[in-house]
């Protein structure tokens, strides 16, 4: 099998992460927090180390970390806690996944709240600065969601640059980082929430994501529950991490983390991904039937390149692929309902997706090059 | 290390399910229903296959079963989701689980709903029907939740005796089976929605838990994401399982699950369970400075005794096991604000909670009244 769906989850994971899964599921698998024996207490440091080494990576304070299940759980915790009120207007990148889309979407059937697509030149991909420098003055930001890389397309976004111009409005900044923490680590200034996910680019299990709150800002609470503590008070904890992990926390899942984490000190999948990316756009382009959807500047894509095929659907290429070459890609929208309008894949129904990961190699995209010339 | 905290969470968990686990991750890691390639294929028909097996463990259709990341988030989802209405009446045990009466607590703050406790005989434990037919007649139910087992007392409710008047007022009726599920399977009758636990009762890891939706009722959405399907829609599916499963599937602890199943097929835990119970009671009952937490019919308890000693708080009897006897056993609240005052161990600063599991011995209870004897 030749892996090509990295952005849906990266496979394989490093074996020292399968082994510290096994093993977490064997000694680590306590309610963190809510006993006095050594087993709980050391499933619960277990925990606040993780924290920590994810601190660590942005080089931020461990409190600011809080664990969910997934990254669209982190997205739904920080989006319905925002609680916007009636005339506020929420800005989005058009490379955002239905995992922001659709919570500020059902926000919209409560709230009176404005959603608009911040503008991108559809050339180089760049932010039309002056264009949405007037927007933001006609329609003040009370949020701002960008993914620093894009699911579909594996542009990295210029977020810096609009986070330093929504942050002067006050504007909650929100970076979803699903495809890149841990690969590709973001820069905290200007940045109110960050969200990972650890079975993407963190090369971990299922099961545990989160977000860093960079500003200790009070959400709304979405999800309560038991805590371990204070448990006649019926409201959950007025601050801290504590507030959005209601519930038993996944500790297996969070050793996973730590594992990866591990691993993933002094590697350097980015230069690796990046290789891989720049050989794939390069190859694919000799291909006169392959169209890419790329940037001006290709350097700005890391990991992941969207293409289709003349002649084949999206989804005819995928079957192809899989069951002729046993090459795994993704086809379709890929859960992101506003970049195919914007990268102009509506109509072809969505792209194939070719996601690369630590462990692909220019083997894998040779075999793909081939594949796709007997098309 | 004697593990006597199994109301937390199970421990250990079969051998099967360990390697289960560990082959999952390797095998079954894959982003369900979201590729068109064999191992993403295989993980959905496993996904299924697990659903199946739930909805055969208490003879209902597998498309009444969603997956969700914990108990929790399955209540907060049901809770939320179920959209009360300003002066709705939301009737719940004495036993609840703050991860039923927190989210109750934060609907009560937006809307004026009514949270009243059910009338339990303080003797007996029985509910007191009479009352209970009273206090409907006044305030009509609106939603009904009752513990299947109570997580503190181990006391198995009579929810079906509940739920038979409850319904006559077209109540929703919501059974919490975290503690139960796998072990004493419920009569889905007269119940709306049924919760599980994957790490509790049915022996697996974190990361799956769920819902029964028995009668196919249309919840609100409280989270939503990408399903890998109709991407372009800004709103999750209208109705079926995926309605309530956004974002990536924790497939592995899915099949953690069904493992599990395969695992509890034919054992007879409760057995084994209530005759440790039976025994437990038994024998501190001859201890002169133990005070037990149960009702007139100490057969209507499983799994789980709650207790205090004479002269020292819970969490000192806690501390006192663990450092001195390597005993593993809760103190405190343990999450459920009513139960205290219902028992009387308000003042006590709660109780020291001793639950059992299917790897307990009747050695380990020697063990733990030999410890608690010293005292």
């Known amino acids: 099998m030749i892996y090509l769906d990295n952005a849906a989850t990266t496979y394989p ?36 180390q993780t924290r920590q080494s994810l601190a660590d990576l942005i080089h931020v304070s461990p409190d600011t970390v809080s664990f969910e ?12 806690g925002l609680d916007f009120k009636d005339g506020d207007t929420v800005y989005i990148s058009p490379f955002e996944h239905n995992a922001v889309v659709r919570p500020l979407y059902y926000v919209k059937e409560e709230r009176k709240i404005n959603i608009e697509i911040l503008p991108f030149n559809k050339v180089t991909w760049d932010i039309d600065t002056e264009k949405m420098c007037d927007m933001f003055a006609i329609h003040k930001p009370a949020a701002v969601f960008v993914s620093h890389i894009s699911n579909v397309t594996g542009y ?3 977020y810096q ?6 942050s002067m409005y006050s504007a909650v900044n929100v970076l979803d980082c699903s495809q890149s923490l841990g690969v590709l680590n973001p820069n905290p200034e200007n940045v109110d929430f960050i969200i990972f996910a650890g079975h993407k680019s963190l090369y971990s299990s299922f099961g545990a994501a989160g ?29 801290g991490s504590q507030r959005y992990e209601a519930g ?6 969070i050793a996973g983390i730590k594992s990866a984490l ?6 350097d999948i980015k230069q690796h991904e990046a290789a891989l990316t720049a050989y794939v ?13 790329l940037p001006e500047d290709t350097s700005r894509v890391i990991g992941i390149v969207s293409m289709n095929v003349e002649g084949y659907s999206p989804a005819d290429v995928g079957t192809i692929l899989a069951e002729d070459y046993d090459i795994c890609v993704r086809t379709g929208y890929h859960c992101s309902p506003f970049v195919h309008k914007f990268i102009g894949s509506l109509d072809s129904m969505g792209t194939v997706r070719i996601s690369m990961g630590a462990f692909n190699t220019k083997e894998d995209i040779d075999k793909l090059v081939a594949a796709l010339s007997t098309l």
């Open 156 to 158: 990295i976004l210029p």
């Open 262 to 267: 591990e691993w993933l000190y002094n590697k």
């Open 248 to 253: 038993s926390i996944n500790s297996v899942a």
């Open 281 to 293: 756009i390069t190859e694919l382009r000799k291909h006169d039937k392959v169209h890419l959807y």
């Open 13 to 48: 994971k490093p074996e020292e992460v399968y082994r510290a899964l096994d093993k977490a599921n064997r000694e680590f698998a306590f309610n963190a927090g809510r006993g006095s024996y050594l087993a709980a207490k050391n499933t619960f440091n277990m925990i606040q």
């Open 69 to 80: 299940s997934s990254a669209t759980e982190a997205l739904n915790v920080i989006i319905h």
């Open 161 to 166: 640059e609009i986070f330093g111009i929504s």
């Open 211 to 239: 977000f860093y709150n960079l500003k200790n800002r009070i959400l709304k609470v979405i999800k309560s529950g038991g805590t371990g503590s204070d448990s006649l008070n019926h409201s959950m904890p007025e601050k």
